[in-house]
């Protein structure tokens, strides 16, 4: 059903630009039935109490590898598919009136799909690779989507960022979960769960830790990589509505949600995951403060919102689990509708600048009932689920195990933020005079509002009846980020406490906040820190100097010179061998001299004497002779040990190369100059070096016998089966044909090739013209 359900949404992302030019205006509302359905389904599932039984789906893709295509429909997992699911239709059917008439409609509907297939198998995988495949298509498909209106420079920059950072994220990502499954024996979440104690005190957890937490913070925007995210504003505002209300965002937050169990509960986890939460909180909502565009309002307050949602993680205790899920379906719901009628106002009044948004709710009622239920969400206000959602977070953050107090402190301040923030975006727009209309601005669409409306209307339903997704949706996501069964139960009102009183406090000064949004953007002007060291600059100026850096390490690493190339093929050769022989602890043994002949040491020296002639001679046809002479000292040793027809072999392919040489070196001139003596140093040292290790690496393997010998076998059946008593021309010639035949071949290519080459040369000119 799952693998199924995936595989239709990817099916339809190849066949939405098709279906647009059948369906054309009613291709949004015909398309946003599967996934609608697909909510349903898992509405009907959790509320059933159905979804605990639903089973662990498993195909075998590349079972050497531990590839296997295994999905999981737990409670963590279908909470995010519902959102995911169910938003994705609200975003397919204002897409359809947002860009009704636009000629690339189809292919919007395509990326949309691509994008929600892709999030649907991050959060429904149990294999971290299958997790990783699809974590990567995310990536690639935001970068569709951001960069959707490609014709303007801004689109395509801001969708290139955000596919280097993600993508950078996703490279750390892919090698904390090798070393992951390094300590846990496989990629199998299901399994990491179980072996949750052996992992954390194994020796590669905090790698696989960091690398993971990168991976995770790149995807949701922490700081320091949290700039990626505004810059995204340049796509369309369905686009906008999604990534920040369900999708993309806050697949990190899903990742350190699943890997809660595996990698969590540790002081690693608990001060890295708080303090990159916290610090996210608070700069989010400080800049978000700062703004005064809808969309660029919005996606700050997004970053600090995925702040909070990390730092909940972080604390790690069972009630701040709790906070977190509650707040991921609040802020998933007053934010997508808020997007959506930033994306209504921007397009009926064509402007998005606060300062001159006024009166809009006499020209645009839906819209602006909409956006109050949302906007009054996202400050806290009772009787909405952000209320209830706030009192809890306070309460997690009052009983956190250290430092409750600055976190406490943290969030009271940017939560009154948020609220100046939410007043300035849902609020202010709509109210003042029906003359303060900017001219021409209308209501737009149903499928404009709709949406919108229909998420404000979930926030307050949910809020007056928590229990409607208390016990039978968010319980099971908490469960499943505990790994034991948790029971959830939502409360509108608690009493006065001081919780309460904490959330009266803070509401009054977010309006203050708010009344002192001028005077107070100008103070945070002259506090921002210089343009140059900020993270956004930072990255233009890292991908500015890119082209130079690739063009430089081009330069060295693919020089046209050979020797170059040796000097980088034998140092990379020694680094990587030369560690692995030190680590192996296992040093060849060197037996055996005794036995050794007064001639044999004799022919040793003169082969060595013969190496120094090469090394010092000043002309080729001496350094030539020199070579020679070790060929054939070679060829006198096989013949010391009996083997007469390596010898034989050794000698005719001597003479040859020999030959060959003093022809070619007869035509070339004297040499003119020698490397410099630094060079000549560095040389000699790799080419001890490598010379040294060959002969260990000879050495050791002369005593490792993996598999038992078949020099027996061959000696056994070269007269029976073969017909020849020299069992090496047996063994080449028959045994061993098809690799004989091979090589043959490949020296029949390379003699055709230089025969075409010869012939390539230029003719003579014929004599007198």
Avoid: C
Avoid at 254 to 261: D, E, G, I, S, V
Avoid at 334 to 344: D, N, P, T
């Amino acid at each position: 059903m799952i693998l199924s359900g995936i595989l239709t949404v990817f099916l339809l992302a190849a066949l939405a630009p098709l279906l647009h030019r059948v369906l054309r205006n009613k291709t949004g509302i015909v398309l946003a039935i599967l996934p609608a359905g697909f909510s349903v389904w898992i509405v009907w599932a959790m509320v059933g109490g159905a979804s605990d039984a639903l089973p662990l789906e498993s195909w075998e893709w590349v079972p050497s590898l531990g590839f296997v295509l295994s999905f999981r429909p737990d409670g963590l997992s279908l909470l995010f598919a519902l959102l995911i699911s169910g938003i994705g239709a609200i975003v397919l059917v204002y897409g359809g009136g947002y860009l009704k008439g636009h000629r690339d409609l189809g292919r919007f509907y395509a990326f949309l799909f691509l994008f929600m297939g892709s999030m649907l198998g991050v959060v429904l995988s149990d294999n971290l690779l299958v997790l990783f495949v699809f974590w990567e298509l995310t990536g690639v498909a935001s970068y569709l989507l951001i960069g959707y209106y490609h014709e303007k420079e801004e689109s395509r920059k801001s969708a290139l960022q955000a596919l280097l950072i993600t993508g950078a994220g996703g490279l750390t990502l892919l090698g904390g979960i090798i070393l992951l499954s390094i300590a846990g024996g496989g990629f199998s979440i299901t399994d990491l769960v179980s072996k949750a104690g052996d992992i954390r005190s194994h020796a590669l957890y905090l790698p696989a830790l960091l690398l993971i937490l990168i991976g995770a913070f790149t995807k949701s925007a922490q700081v320091p990589f949290h700039f990626w995210l505004p810059g995204a504003m340049a796509a369309p505002a369905p686009v906008s509505a999604y990534l920040h209300s369900a999708t993309m965002v806050k697949a990190g937050v899903f990742l350190l949600a699943r890997l809660t169990p595996v990698l969590g509960y540790t002081a690693e986890w608990h001060y890295l995951v708080t303090l990159a939460g916290a610090a996210t909180m608070i700069v989010g909502a400080v800049i978000a403060y700062t703004q005064t565009d809808l969309k660029r309002l919005l996606a700050f307050s997004t970053v600090s919102a995925l702040g909070t949602l990390v730092m909940l993680l972080g604390i790690g205790t069972e009630l701040a689990a709790k906070a977190a899920m509650v707040f991921l379906v609040v802020h998933s719901l007053y934010k997508g509708a808020l997007f959506m009628v930033a994306g209504s106002i921007d397009h009926e009044a064509g402007t998005r600048d606060v300062r001159s948004l006024r009166g809009l709710i006499h020209v645009m009622p839906m819209t602006g009932i909409a956006a109050g239920l949302a906007a009054l969400s996202m400050t806290g206000f009772p009787p909405l689920l952000g209320f209830i959602s706030k009192e809890l977070m306070y309460e997690a953050k009052m009983q956190a195990p250290d430092a409750s107090l600055l976190i406490l402190t943290l969030g009271v301040a940017a939560n009154a933020l948020t609220i100046a923030v939410a007043l300035m975006v849902g609020i202010r727009p709509f109210l003042g005079k029906a003359d303060q209309v900017p001219a021409g601005t209308h209501e737009g669409y149903p499928s404009l509002w709709a949406g919108p409306l229909f998420m404000g209307f979930a926030g307050l339903l949910f809020g007056l009846f928590p229990d409607l997704i208390a016990g039978p949706v968010l319980s099971p996501a908490v469960a499943a980020i505990r790994a034991e069964h948790v029971a959830l139960e939502l409360h509108l009102w608690h009493g006065i406490n001081p919780v309460l009183l904490l959330s009266i406090a803070t509401v009054i000064l977010g309006v203050a906040l708010y009344a002192l949004r001028e005077k107070s953007r100008l103070l945070a002007g002259t506090w921002a820190p210089p343009q140059r060291l900020r993270p956004g600059a930072v990255y233009q100026r890292a991908v500015a100097h890119l082209p130079a850096l690739a063009a430089r390490l081009a330069g060295t690493l693919q020089s046209g010179y050979l020797r170059t190339y040796l000097v980088i093929v034998l140092s990379a050769f020694i680094v990587l061998m030369g560690t692995a022989l030190l680590r192996l602890h296992a040093w060849p043994v060197m037996d055996g001299f005794d036995d050794v002949t007064p001639f044999e040491w004799g022919l040793v020296l003169l082969m060595l004497a013969a190496i120094l002639v090469v090394l010092f001679s000043r002309t080729r046809l001496a350094a030539l002779a020199g070579l020679g002479i070790v060929g054939y000292g070679i060829a006198v040793i096989f013949i010391f040990y009996g083997a007469a027809d390596l010898a034989i072999t050794q000698i005719l392919i001597e003479t040859l190369t020999v030959i060959i040489f003093v022809l070619v070196v007869y035509h070339l001139p004297q040499f003119t100059h020698r490397s410099p003596n630094a060079t000549r140093v560095r040389d000699g040292v790799i080419a001890v070096f490598s010379g040294g290790i060959v002969t260990a690496l000879a050495l050791l393997a002369a005593d490792v016998q993996l598999f038992p010998s078949i020099a027996e076998s061959f000696a056994q059946k070269s007269l029976t089966e073969g017909f020849g008593r020299n069992v090496v021309n047996v063994i080449l010639v028959d045994f061993r044909a098809l690799d004989t035949l091979g090589e043959i071949t490949v020296l029949a290519v390379a003699a055709v090739g230089v025969f075409a080459l010869i012939r390539l040369r230029p003719l003579k000119k014929e004599e007198g013209k």
